[in-house]
């Protein structure tokens, strides 16, 4: 193994198969300013030592309460915000392994056609003023891509491989549906060919219905192109149908990662465990017991000591309260951070 593939199997025992991505020990800290010269005085833990990799043609998703870093720990992995410590080591096209955090403006440029995000809000992700043709094309018109002729067969290719007629391409996204918006966003983001894509909540803001025909595409994209996903949500259900891997975050710390079917069926986090019982059961015969967490969600401008779930774990004890659970395996695939982590037996989701 050659020193840049050690960089992307470092920090897991056993990492098979090829790693695109290896996020290592990633912070983001949002500084507290008060007074009139805006003195720090603390700062903001919005992403708190978080590790976890995403293989080639796989889609990891990412779960969590609202504000517990998802969003931001997306936008660090791609350097639309600057991360505050760690390491993110991506391999692009021609198989190069670089740490993107090391990177400057003109090396990162080089590879953003490999990276790509699509946004949650496919109103306010499109250019009101702008035809549909002039959306999709404008990646690659700034990453010299195509011109003219190509540049227009392309946007075509690129319409209809999201389901949408090519016929509509000069019109405006006022004339288009929530899902039909969310469709040109996802051909706007597959215009450079890119090997990984962030999708941030890609479909919470879509009724149910049209979810499950974005989710099918986004499917579908991926055998086609090859694609690897980072999908964040905070929908069990959906996180369950689209992810060959979970990761659950709190407070700005991942907790447990594991394979989807494993997470679901046998949780080994209590944080988990109490988010898989919220999860609806499809079936009025059986009931769920649902697990309500008491007190409220730590501040991570603020955050307790030792395991920041302690507060409001049923199964806290001593040692959790005074020291940090060291990100650890305990399974093939699976990685946790908890003390209790092989005493206790917790309860997954019903029907998984």
Same mark, same amino acid.
């Given at each position: /193994? ?7 199997g470092r920090? +897991? ?6 790693v ?9 800290y ?7 010269l805006?003195k ?12 976890f990799?995403? !293989? ?10 609202s504000?517990c ?8 992995v791609l ?8 390491s993110?080591?991506?391999?692009? !096209?021609?198989?190069r ?7 400057d403006?003109k ?10 995000l ?5 109103y ?10 002039n ?6 018109i700034?990453?010299?891509?195509a ?10 290719q ?6 949408l007629n090519s016929r509509h ?10 899902g039909?918006?969310?469709?040109i966003?996802?051909? !706007?983001?597959?215009?450079?060919n ?6 941030d909540e890609?479909v919470?803001a ?7 025909q974005i ?18 949500s ?6 369950? +149908?689209?992810?060959?891997r979970?990761?659950? /975050?709190?407070?700005?710390r /991942? ?14 986090h209590?944080y988990?465990?109490?988010l ?8 009025? !015969?059986r ?6 967490l ?7 401008a603020?955050?307790?000591?030792g395991?920041?779930?302690?507060p ?9 309260k ?7 395996k ?22 998984s």
């Amino acid at each position: /193994m050659s020193v840049r593939e050690a960089d992307l199997g470092r920090g +897991h025992d056993a990492v098979q198969g090829d790693v695109i991505l290896n996020v290592q020990s990633l912070k983001k800290y949002f500084p507290i300013k008060k007074g009139f010269l805006q003195k720090t005085v603390g700062y903001v833990k919005a992403v708190d030592d978080v590790s976890f990799y995403i !293989r080639e043609g796989e889609t990891f998703g990412l779960v969590g309460e609202s504000g517990c870093g998802k969003t931001t720990l997306g936008r660090c992995v791609l350097r639309a915000i600057e991360p505050t410590e760690g390491s993110t080591v991506f391999k692009d !096209r021609e198989g190069r392994v670089s740490d993107l955090n090391e990177l400057d403006n003109k090396e990162l440029r080089k590879l953003r056609r490999d990276i790509q995000l699509i946004f949650q809000d496919p109103y306010s992700s499109l250019n009101p003023r702008m035809t549909v043709q002039n959306i999709v094309a404008e990646p690659l018109i700034c990453n010299g891509i195509a011109h003219g002729d190509e540049l227009r067969s392309r946007v075509r290719q690129l319409i209809e491989m999201v389901g949408l007629n090519s016929r509509h391409m000069d019109r405006y996204p006022h004339a288009f549906s929530g899902g039909q918006r969310q469709r040109i966003g996802i051909a !706007r983001a597959l215009a450079t060919n890119p090997r990984f894509v962030v999708c941030d909540e890609a479909v919470s803001a879509l009724d149910v219905s049209v979810q499950a025909q974005i989710l099918n595409l986004l499917q579908d994209l991926q055998r086609q192109l090859s694609l690897s996903y980072l999908f964040i949500s905070h929908d069990l259900g959906v996180i369950q +149908h689209i992810s060959d891997r979970v990761g659950v /975050m709190y407070v700005g710390r /991942m907790v447990e990662t594991a394979r989807t079917e494993d997470l679901f069926r046998r949780p080994r986090h209590p944080y988990t465990e109490a988010l898989l019982s919220a999860k609806p059961v499809p079936d009025p !015969r059986r009931k769920s017991e649902r697990i309500v967490l008491q007190g409220e969600v730590a501040n991570p401008a603020k955050p307790p000591s030792g395991c920041y779930f302690h507060p409001r774990c049923p199964y806290a004890q001593e040692i959790c309260k005074l020291q940090k659970p060291e990100w650890r395996k305990v399974g093939e695939d699976h990685f946790v951070a908890c003390h209790l982590a092989d005493e206790l037996t917790l309860q997954g989701a019903i029907g998984s």
